[in-house]
């Protein structure tokens, strides 16, 4: 049996019970580090990478057109809490059927309440003015700027449909390559409108990706045991 064979089956054999604890105390420590770092940002750092956060957010604002203000509402579209919500359900749902599983549903639920128990957090107990210019989407809470939920959501469209597919299909994973663009123009348009700080949208897709990657060893690994040890049966039995 190979190294990675080994790792698999420690994963696999891993009990329920196991896997929820292990799942939380990830989540914990993940949701512990960003409202640290944004204490950071919202006292120690506010007079150093805070002005740098605003002059950037200002040089960005200087190159508005009417063109790329069009071009940042789509590019948001997805980080849209419904939106992205949906898609990844979706997307789930699909896969949940086609395999006859039902851990895709139980990964992105996972995915999506872990992404908005740390968001709630950070807002919550991190409050940091948004940009100090003119903020192109109406209604935003003014100290709601950390950290960035259209990114995370962006991240989780993302990553979720990333993950399964490489779980549950052959696809090279180069393809991956394409969805990113999903939180690239996401996050690019999140600053354009001057609707969050440059670290604010960085934080989100630095604790989605491992929140997201977490989950998906832990929830997604157990199918790839299942496949795994469904190919390794028949050669058991002729031994």
Do not use: N
């Amino acid at each position: 049996m190979t190294q990675g064979s080994r790792v698999q089956v420690r994963a696999g054999s891993r009990s329920w019970p196991e896997t929820a604890g292990r799942l939380l105390l990830a989540w914990v420590a993940i949701a512990a580090a960003v409202v640290a770092w944004g204490w950071l940002l919202t006292t120690q750092l506010e007079g150093s990478v805070g002005e740098v956060d605003d002059d950037l957010a200002r040089a960005i604002a200087d190159e508005r057109t009417a063109g790329l203000t069009d071009a940042a509402e789509v590019g948001a579209t997805l980080g849209i809490t419904l939106v992205g919500g949906v898609t990844v359900a979706v997307v789930a749902v699909v896969f949940a059927l086609w395999k006859r599983t039902w851990l895709p549903v139980l990964f992105v639920g996972l995915v999506e309440a872990g992404l908005g128990g740390i968001y709630w957090l950070g807002t919550t107990l991190d409050e940091r003015d948004r940009p100090p210019v003119k903020i192109l989407e109406k209604g935003l809470v003014p100290d709601h700027s950390f950290p960035s939920g259209h990114t995370a959501t962006a991240m989780a469209v993302f990553l979720c449909v990333a993950f399964l597919v490489w779980t549950y299909t052959q696809v090279s994973r180069g393809w991956a390559l394409l969805l990113a663009v999903v939180p690239l123009a996401c996050l690019a348009s999140r600053l354009y409108q001057g609707a969050h700080h440059l670290t604010d949208v960085v934080t989100s897709v630095v604790y989605a990706a491992v929140w997201i990657t977490v989950a998906a060893r832990l929830v997604l690994g157990r199918s790839q045991m299942d496949t795994h040890r469904a190919e390794e049966a028949p050669a058991s039995v002729s031994a």
